[in-house]
């Protein structure tokens, strides 16, 4: 029962962030442009790497969570209010990285910047996890900064494809 819930759980985050995150890149892009290749683009690199992040945030978030289970003594009730201002907030700041790299670097070497730049958010954001849950950072920045390269790599093919 409890799997089912967890897959359930999941689900429907991934469903709703699926929906919100890639409606506001396809809005913004056609808010931006008119041409349907561009936001063709944007729509499906948008997919893309939400689906796998969210299949990386799944999997490092319940690993957290079991590193953390295994650390801890004692165990307290999830908060669910304290959760979604958590990720809402952490979101925003992560967005925003990737953003202002974009934004600040040449355009000759936009891509690379970003990608050192994100690359460099998800190597602290798993040590910091895993100092956090006093687990093994190396295995901790490694899950994150493997899916992350993923997901970019992912985007940057779409987006030479198309």
Do not use: C
């Not at 939400?50 to 590193?67: F, K, N």
């Not at 202002?100 to 690359?119: E, K, N, Q, S, W």
Request: proline fraction near 2%; charged fraction near 10%; aromatic fraction near 4%.
């Amino acid at each position: 029962m409890l799997s089912k819930l967890n897959w359930l759980r999941a689900a429907v985050l991934g469903a709703n962030d699926g929906i919100v995150s890639t409606a506001g890149v396809i809005l913004a892009v056609a808010a931006a442009t008119s041409s349907r290749t561009t936001i063709l683009t944007a729509s499906v690199a948008a997919l893309v790497a939400g689906a796998v992040s969210m299949a990386l945030g799944e999997y490092v978030s319940v690993a957290a969570q079991r590193d953390a289970e295994q650390a801890a003594h004692d165990t307290e009730l999830v908060n669910p209010a304290q959760a979604a201002i958590s990720s809402a907030a952490s979101f925003t700041v992560g967005a925003a990285l990737p953003t202002i790299a974009v934004l600040l670097a040449p355009a000759t070497g936009r891509i690379t910047v970003t990608y050192i730049a994100v690359m460099l958010a998800l190597a602290i954001t798993g040590t910091l996890s895993a100092r956090w849950t006093h687990t093994n950072t190396a295995r901790s920045v490694a899950r994150i900064v493997i899916g992350g390269a993923l997901a970019l790599a992912a985007t940057i093919v779409i987006g030479s494809l198309i």
